[in-house]
Nanobody
Framework: QVQLVESGGGLVQTGGSLRLSCAASGRAFSNLAVGWFRQASGKEREFVARIRWNTEYHADSVKGRFTISIDNAKNTVYLQMNSLKPEDTAVYYC??????????????????????WGQGTQVTVSS
């Protein structure tokens, strides 16, 4: 079992920055694929970024503004969010997967690839 706890959300103005943290217990992040997703009100959960075997991948909508990183000593994954926009407003979720293989285009960025989820943290960007 993997337990995930997110923190760092809040209210920020357009153009501001936030750093989200995801702390894990029960398993080392270095052995997992870890992702960030977000879900805006009334919309489906969407992929934001993932890190797997020290390789990062970001959604086009956040590329150049958001950065996912990992601190193995703290067993924590971060999402640094810069140049925030109102459309970034959502509940942000950390997710982890023990799977080492996924078939199909976009599989590693899909909700179904990830087995463990945190409770989410709200990010609100005011205009």
């Amino acid at each position: 079992q993997v337990q995930l706890v997110e923190s760092g959300g809040g209210l920020v103005q357009t153009g501001g920055s936030l750093r989200l943290s995801c702390a894990a217990s029960g398993r080392a992040f270095s052995n997992l694929a870890v992702g960030w997703f977000r879900q805006a009100s009334g919309k489906e959960r969407e992929f934001v970024a993932r890190i797997r075997w020290n390789t990062e991948y970001h959604a086009d909508s956040v590329k150049g503004r958001f950065t996912i990183s990992i601190d193995n000593a703290k067993n924590t994954v971060y999402l640094q969010m810069n140049s925030l926009k109102p459309e970034d407003t959502a509940v942000y979720y950390c997710a982890a997967s023990t799977k080492s293989y996924c078939l199909g285009y976009g599989c590693y960025e899909s909700v179904g690839f990830f087995e463990y989820w945190g409770q989410g943290t709200q990010v609100t960007v005011s205009s």
